[in-house]
């Protein structure tokens, strides 16, 4: 089971961008998906659980979702700012518990 | 508050074993409902799984390490370690343990990671 992530997205303050994370391999809705934002030089943090769920402290301007049809999740994050600006990474899990992650998106904050 | 980590040599030696511990404070490796992980990212590289462990002592490893990694939990149920042989450069990167959730394989605690190099 395999995820993949385009290496690179850019967008302005203010606008919306979405991430997309594609499975292949497997199918992603057998399995929660989760997103994760790092920051250079620090540890990863958890932004959407479960597909969609947000931790405490994460702002509704970031949502996840999962389309059966394209067998993908995606992170969309509305009203951009400029400390949105970091990588983000897709995990999930295989049918024998195996933990995936997708390549990693680096977001750019024009 | 949960709190982990790491601890352990910067600096390893080819062919030689990594060791690493994860310290846990504000809580214990007791409970069934996570695990406990270990993870590295090579510099300017993505995440990899490397495994995990429960407190029962049942491991899952990354199938392209398992034939030189060991994991385990401390008596005191404070801490577990990693032990990879016969390192390569290949294997320089930071080390992050981590805490995941049983149902859901969602990392939600982690500790700040610290790097391994391996060089002669």
């Known amino acids: 089971f395999i995820l993949t992530q385009p290496h690179s997205v850019s967008e302005s303050p203010g606008k919306t961008v979405t991430i997309s994370c594609t499975g292949s391999?497997?199918?992603?809705?057998?399995?929660?998906v989760q997103w994760y934002r790092q920051r250079p030089g620090s540890a990863p943090t958890t932004i959407i659980y479960e597909n969609y769920q947000r931790p405490s402290g994460v702002p509704a301007r970031f949502s996840g979702s999962i389309d059966s049809s394209s067998n993908s999740a995606s992170l969309t994050v509305s009203g951009l700012e400029t400390e949105d600006e970091a990588d983000y990474y897709c995990q999930s899990y295989d049918d024998f518990n195996h933990v995936v992650f997708g390549g990693g998106t680096k977001l750019t904050i024009l | 508050q949960l709190q982990l980590q790491e601890s352990g040599p910067g600096l390893v030696r080819p062919s030689q074993t990594l060791s690493l511990t994860c310290t846990v404070s504000g809580g214990s490796i007791k409970s069934d409902d996570y695990f406990w992980i270990w993870l590295r990212q090579p510099p300017g590289r993505g995440l990899e799984w490397v495994g995990y462990i429960f407190s029962s002592g049942v491991t899952y490893y990354n199938p392209s390490l398992k034939s030189r990694l060991n994991i385990s939990v401390g008596s005191s149920k404070k801490f577990f370690s990693l032990e990879l042989a016969s390192v390569t450069a290949a294997d320089t990167a930071v080390y992050f343990c981590a805490r995941g959730t049983m149902l859901t394989h969602d990392f939600d605690y982690w500790g700040r990671g610290t790097l391994v190099t391996v060089s002669s």
């Open positions: 391999g497997g199918n992603i809705v057998s399995n929660y």
